[in-house]
């Protein structure tokens, strides 16, 4: 799969969502994602 996470929470699929500047990502999600 290709998903990855903001650093504020949601995940997003890599594949398909375009990178923004300012973007904060992380390819592990948090601690507290379900």
Do not use: F, H, K, N
């Not at 504020?8 to 890599?14: I, N, Q, S, V």
């Amino acid at each position: 799969d290709c998903w990855i996470w903001q650093e504020e929470g949601p995940r997003l699929r890599a594949c398909s969502t375009p990178i923004v500047e300012g973007m904060r990502l992380r390819t592990t999600p948090s601690e507290s994602w379900p």
